[in-house]
């Protein structure tokens, strides 16, 4: 199975995952998170700088999510903080499962999601958009 996870760092979970600044991808193989690479998220508006803020995304002014969608193709899960509905329901188009999980660090998100061992959280931790 393989994960990404959305870091500013690289180290630590991003606490909102369409401003983050990439991705952290694992495989989870035999109980083990192996860290395969950094993603940079050159995919999400707000990453990009393109959402200011003053502007709310209705269903009217829907942005997509398709290249976001494209670059993780490969993955199976997404950890995370917090993201927005739209967002969780288009990974599901490309069934990528969203788990929300209070892990600081991804690694220790990565590793615990590989024993069996983390907790998951059923809300989003973030405001609709």
């Known amino acids: 199975m393989r994960i990404a ?8 979970v991003a606490s909102h995952t369409g401003r983050a600044s990439g991705f952290v ?7 083990q998170a192996i860290r395969i690479e950094y993603r940079s998220n050159r995919y999400t508006g707000h990453a990009l700088g393109k959402c200011d803020g003053s502007e709310h995304h209705s ?5 997509s999510h398709d290249s976001l969608l494209g670059a993780l193709d490969d993955c199976n899960m997404m950890l995370a903080h ?8 288009d990974l599901a188009t490309r069934n990528i499962q969203v788990v929300f999980c209070d892990e600081t660090l991804a690694e220790d998100a990565a590793q615990k999601l590989a024993i069996g061992q983390l907790t998951a959280r059923e809300d989003s931790g973030c405001c609709p958009h």
Do not use: C, F, K, T
């Not at 996870?5 to 630590?12: A, T």
């Open 5 to 12: 996870i959305p870091s500013d760092d690289g180290i630590n």
């Open 25 to 31: 991808i694992y495989d989870i193989e035999n109980d």
């Open 59 to 63: 269903s009217n002014q829907h942005h």
């Open 82 to 89: 917090g993201m927005g509905p739209r967002l969780v329901a």
